[in-house]
C-alpha cells in the first residue's frame, strides 16, 4: 500500500497522458456526474455528492473538498468499450457485385478513472460476454487489451445501493492497474493506493508517492466498512435463479406492467446490458453502403418481430424477460449475475421501479403460498 | 471458426428458382473457389443483401454436395422481398454458418419422423439428404409434411420422387383443399397417428410455426417417443448470430449459439409459455 497526496493527482492524470492514455473520469455536466474526457484534477467533481432515490438523482455541495465524494451516474463505463454507436463494416459496389471492407481499428488506449467496485464487475461481466465464448467482437477486444483501471473504493453509498448484496464491492478486489481510497481528515487529503498490475506500479512510479503508514491503511479500510454498512438497499440472492424460474407466470409481471413505461431507460444505465441492434445504410448513390451497431433494449416492441409480429407484444413480458436475463438467466449463460448492485436501473427508471423490491414481493408471495 | 464473424463475405448467384407463388430457392458459389460450403444439417447463415439489411436463413441443399450453396425462404419482410428479385450473377454477402444441428449421428440405427410444418421443410431437408444417402443406417423413415394449401406445398418434384420409393413413407396434408386436391386435409398431428414408426426406437425432427410444433410433440408422445428422442428448431429475432446482440434469447438459450435446433425435454419447462 502506498499513499499519494492530493496535490500529486495531477501527476497521475500526467503519467498516463504521458504514456498515450487519454484518461476519462467523473465530471459535472447537466447537474449530473458523467464520464467524460478529464485533463485535469479540476475537471473532476470537487465537493459535489448525488442523492439518490427511486426516480430520483439530485447533485449537493458537500462540505468538503472530495473528488470522488459521490455514487455512481446516468454513465456507465460501457459506453467507452461498446460505444453506443458503432460502423462494423464498409461496403462498395463494384459490377454485378460488392466487397466488404472491415472497420479499421482506430482504438487509443483509455485511462478509466474512479471505476466503482461494482463497475469492475461490471466491466468484467461484459468482457465476458463479448470475449469468452465461441465468438470474440474484435472492436470490444482491442480496447479491452489497451484498457488502464484506475479503481476507487467507495467512501459513499447511495439510496439505491446494493453492492454488498451481489457481492461485488465496495472494495475493489481485482481487474484494476491501481485502485485509490480517497481519506479526507481534520487536515489532510491524500489517496491511499494499491498497484494491481505491473502496468499499475509503473504509472505508480511516475508519480510522487511513499509507503502507506499503518494508521493510514487502517483509515482505508474503515472507510469500506463504513460504506460497506449504508447501503441503501438489499437483495436476497439466494435460490434468485430457481424463483424466478419458477415464476415465469406471476401476477406481479402485469402489477410491474401497470407502472412500467417500457421506455428502456433501466437498459441505457444498466452498466451490464449488451443488447445492440444493427443498422444497414446506403449513401444516395446506392455504391456505397454501411452497417452500423447500436444499443438496443428489450424493451423495445421491435426488439422480438419475427415475421408476423413481436413475440414479446406486451411490457409485462419484457420486463419479465429483462429482470429474469439479469438475475436469473445470466447465471446460466455466464456463469455470474448480470447485476452488480448499482442502483442505476432505480435511480433512472422513471417511476421508481426498484427491482430489488419486486424480486421481494414475489419471494413474500410465495412463503405467503406456501404458509397457506 | 470465423475470425471476423460480423464479416459477411460475398456470394454469386448461380439460379433462383420460385418455388411457390411466395417461397423460392437460392443456389449461391463463393467466386474465386471451387470449395463447397460445409454445413451440418439444421445449421444456418445470415445472408445480407447489399444496403438493404441481413436475415437468417437455414441452409436447404444437401450437406454432401455442398457446392453450391442452397437456400429456400419465404419472401415475408424486406430482406427476403429484396432478395427473391436477385438474378442470377447477383452477389450476396453470407455468415455462417451457424447453430446447432440436427444430431443425425447420435439417431444412427433408429426410426427417423421428420415432421414439417410450411417452410419448416427447408431445413429438414438435408437431414433427409443425409439419410438417403446413408439409407442403411436408419429404421424406417419418415416425413410428414404439413402445409396451408396444395398451392404451397414446397419442393413438390422432389416429394413425389420421395413419395414413390420403397424405402420412406411420406405423407403429406394441407389445412385447406382445394378442387382438384384428393390428398390428405387437416393438420400434420393426424399424420402421426398413421405413420408406421417404432415410437421406442425412432428420433424425431420437427421444424414449422412453434403452435405446430407444440401438438407435434404432444402426439409424438402420445404415440410413446420420448421428450429426449424429439429435437425441435426454434426462431426467434436475430441480428448477429454469434451470441453478442442478445435479440435470440429464449430463457437461458441463445438460439444462435445453443440453437436453433434444440432437444426438446431441454426446453420443454420454456415451450408454450407465453411471449418467452
Keep these: ?372 | 471458426m470465423l475470425v471476423q464473424p460480423m464479416l459477411p463475405v460475398p456470394y454469386v448467384v448461380d439460379k433462383v428458382r420460385q418455388e411457390t407463388h411466395d417461397t423460392f430457392t437460392l443456389e449461391l458459389n463463393q467466386p474465386g473457389t471451387k470449395a463447397g460450403f460445409s454445413f451440418l444439417p439444421g445449421q444456418f447463415n445470415m445472408l445480407y443483401v447489399f444496403g438493404v439489411g441481413e436475415v437468417p436463413i437455414s441452409i436447404s441443399g444437401d450437406p454432401l454436395a455442398p457446392r453450391p450453396l442452397v437456400h429456400t425462404t419465404r419472401a415475408v419482410g424486406t430482406v427476403t422481398a429484396a432478395m427473391r428479385k436477385l438474378k442470377r450473377g447477383d452477389m450476396l454477402g453470407v455468415r455462417g454458418p451457424f447453430g446447432t444441428h440436427w444430431p443425425i449421428e447420435q439417431a444412427t440405427g433408429d426410426d427417423i419422423i421428420l415432421v414439417a410444418g410450411g417452410i419448416g421443410l427447408a431445413p429438414l431437408r438435408p437431414v433427409l439428404y443425409h439419410v438417403l444417402a446413408h439409407r442403411s443406417s436408419y429404421g424406417k423413415v419418415v416425413l410428414l409434411y404439413g402445409t396451408r394449401s396444395p398451392a404451397d406445398i414446397l419442393f413438390q418434384k422432389e416429394l413425389e420422387v420421395w413419395r414413390g420409393r420403397f424405402d420412406i413413407e411420406a405423407l403429406v396434408t394441407v389445412d385447406r383443399s382445394s378442387d382438384h386436391w384428393r390428398g390428405n386435409v387437416g393438420v400434420v398431428t393426424n399424420l402421426i397417428r398413421r405413420a408406421g414408426f417404432d415410437p421406442h426406437h425412432s428420433t424425431a425432427f420437427v421444424c414449422g410455426p412453434e403452435v405446430m410444433m407444440h401438438f407435434t410433440v404432444l402426439e409424438l408422445g402420445r404415440r410413446g417417443v420420448p421428450d429426449n428422442r424429439v429435437f425441435v428448431s426454434m426462431e426467434r429475432n436475430m441480428k448477429c448470430a454469434v451470441g453478442f446482440c442478445g435479440h435470440c434469447q429464449y430463457g437461458p438459450t441463445f438460439i444462435c449459439k445453443d440453437g436453433p435446433v434444440f432437444r426438446f425435454d431441454h426446453i420443454r419447462w420454456l415451450f408454450g409459455k407465453r411471449e418467452v
Design chain 1, 1 to 372: 500500500m502506498f499513499v499519494i497526496e492530493r496535490e500529486h493527482f495531477q501527476a497521475l492524470l500526467e503519467a498516463l497522458h504521458q504514456r498515450g492514455f487519454e484518461t476519462l473520469g467523473p465530471t459535472v455536466r447537466d447537474g449530473a456526474i458523467v464520464y467524460d474526457r478529464v485533463e485535469r484534477d479540476t475537471d473532476f467533481p470537487i465537493g459535489w455528492t448525488d442523492e439518490q432515490e427511486p426516480a430520483r438523482y439530485t447533485l449537493k455541495r458537500r462540505s468538503d473538498q472530495a473528488m470522488f465524494g459521490y455514487v455512481v451516474g446516468p454513465h456507465s463505463w460501457k459506453k467507452f468499450l461498446f460505444p453506443p454507436r458503432e460502423r462494423l463494416w464498409s461496403a462498395a459496389k463494384n459490377g454485378n457485385g460488392f466487397s466488404v471492407m472491415p472497420e479499421p481499428d482506430h482504438s487509443r488506449p483509455l485511462a478509466l478513472i474512479g471505476v466503482r467496485a461494482c463497475e469492475l464487475s461490471a466491466l468484467a461481466i461484459q468482457k465476458k460476454v463479448f470475449t469468452g465464448g465461441p465468438f470474440v467482437e474484435p472492436g470490444y477486444q482491442s480496447r479491452a487489451e489497451k484498457l488502464f483501471v484506475v479503481a476507487l473504493n467507495c467512501g459513499t453509498a447511495g439510496g439505491n445501493c446494493f453492492c454488498v448484496s451481489m457481492q461485488t464491492g465496495p472494495q475493489a478486489t481485482a481487474g484494476f492497474d491501481l485502485a485509490l481510497t480517497e481519506i479526507i481528515d481534520a487536515d489532510r487529503h491524500y489517496f491511499v493506493v494499491e498497484a494491481g498490475s505491473q502496468a499499475g506500479t509503473d504509472i505508480l512510479n511516475d508519480v510522487p508517492h511513499r509507503q502507506a503508514e499503518k494508521v493510514e491503511q487502517q483509515a482505508a479500510v474503515t472507510v469500506v466498512e463504513q460504506t460497506a454498512n449504508r447501503m441503501g438497499r438489499k437483495l436476497e440472492t439466494e435460490g434468485i435463479k430457481e424463483l424466478l424460474y419458477r415464476n415465469f407466470e406471476h401476477s406481479a409481471w402485469e402489477e410491474i406492467a401497470n407502472r412500467c413505461l417500457s421506455c428502456a431507460n433501466c437498459t441505457m444505465v444498466c452498466p451490464t446490458c449488451f443488447c445492440s441492434t444493427v443498422e444497414d445504410v446506403t449513401d444516395v448513390t446506392g455504391d456505397h453502403a454501411e452497417r452500423w451497431r447500436r444499443w438496443d433494449s428489450c424493451f423495445s416492441v421491435e426488439f422480438s418481430y419475427i415475421h408476423g409480429g413481436p413475440v414479446r407484444s406486451t411490457t409485462s413480458s419484457r420486463y419479465r424477460q429483462w429482470m429474469t436475463h439479469k438475475l436469473a438467466s445470466w447465471i446460466d449463460q455466464f456463469g455470474t449475475s448480470g447485476c452488480v448492485g448499482c442502483g442505476r436501473c432505480i435511480t433512472w427508471c422513471p417511476v421508481g421501479i426498484d427491482l430489488t423490491e419486486e424480486v421481494h414481493n414475489i419471494r413474500a408471495s410465495e412463503r405467503t403460498a406456501n404458509k397457506q
